[in-house]
């Protein structure tokens, strides 16, 4: 198990997970999620699909990635 499925399973968010759970795109109601832990280990990068909110932010956790993510996707 990797640190970004036990960060989604802390926060009980629903998502696909992908490459081996280094990968996982939530469906929020207005647009999806994306937080990937990077290859090279001890952080990750996360984005929304909605154009304003599709800069990749780069972060030193997992929940915080989640979190932040969640929050631009709610953004209107």
């Not at 939530?26 to 280990?41: K, L, M, S, T």
């Amino acid at each position: 198990m990797t640190h970004l499925v036990d960060a989604l399973r802390i926060l009980g968010v629903h998502s696909q997970v992908t490459l081996a759970g280094r990968w996982a795109t939530i469906e929020d109601e207005r647009c999806r999620v994306h937080v990937v832990e990077a290859p090279w280990g001890g952080s990750y990068h996360g984005w929304c699909d909605d154009p304003a909110e599709r800069t990749v932010e780069h972060y030193a956790n997992p929940i915080e990635a989640i979190c932040d993510g969640l929050q631009r996707a709610t953004i209107e």
